[in-house]
């Protein structure tokens, strides 16, 4: 099986800007999961989709959102992005249960000038 | 509150010698917990969860309800082994709670 894919991998983006980033599930995963890691902060739980619908998210602003397709491919989208956004942001699949294993992709470096 | 603590950011150890992660954890309910690494320019992956009491590449870790600890150990630990160690706790909404992590170094 193809793994946890994420688009892009790099991107440097300025403040004020919005970005988009993209992730492409497991086959057969329907639950997708967004996390952003910095040094300072380690690993923080955005959000997770299952079946096209938001069923957790974490504690960030409302600059962060996020969607899930029919085909469980997700998005993230940031708004207004700011220097602290700066982090490697990175998605993972499962299968949707609570116990099952997260897959993760490789992350994609948002760099914001 | 919820929170994972692993209290030790570095911690370096011989070729040989036991090793032991430390992982506390706050919690009200009955945590699902795991441990995840990151080898050099891999991606995060699950190591082991406690449900399923098993060991992999020669780790163990019991969960300790008394302590809420959720400890990482393996009696010899190999140069393999160097890599970033997270515990995490998924809450029954399905949230993952990590640990700031770990870096094992394991010298020869």
């Known amino acids: 099986k193809a793994g946890v894919t994420q688009t892009p991998r790099y991107l440097i983006k300025t403040r004020g800007q919005q970005v988009t980033l993209s992730c492409s599930p497991i086959?057969?995963?329907?639950?997708v999961s967004w996390y952003q890691q910095t040094p300072g902060q380690g690993l923080q739980f955005l959000f997770e989709y299952f079946s096209e619908t938001q069923r957790n998210k974490g504690n960030f602003p409302g600059r962060f959102s996020g969607r899930q397709f029919s085909n469980s491919r997700s998005e993230m989208n940031v708004s207004t992005l700011e220097l602290g956004d700066s982090a490697l942001y990175l998605c993972?699949?499962?299968?949707?249960?609570?116990?099952?294993?997260?897959?993760f992709g490789p992350g994609t470096r948002l760099t914001v000038l | 509150a919820q929170r994972v603590t692993q209290p030790e950011k570095l911690l370096s150890v011989f070729k040989g010698a036991p090793v032991e992660l430390k992982c506390n954890y706050s919690?009200?309910?009955?945590?699902?917990l795991f441990w995840y690494v990151q080898y050099s320019r891999q991606r995060l992956q699950l190591l082991l969860r406690?449900?399923?009491?098993?060991s992999i590449k020669g780790f163990t870790a019991d969960l300790n309800k008394g302590e809420t600890s959720f400890h990482l150990k393996k009696p010899f630990a190999q140069e393999e082994d160097s890599a970033m160690y997270y515990c995490a706790l998924k809450d029954s909404n399905y949230q993952l709670i990590w640990g700031a992590g770990t870096k094992l170094i394991i010298k020869p």
């Open positions: 406690h449900i399923s009491r098993e």
């Open positions: 993972a699949s499962s299968l949707g249960q609570i116990n099952n294993e997260q897959f």
């Open positions: 086959s057969g995963h329907r639950s």
């Open positions: 919690y009200s309910g009955s945590p699902e």
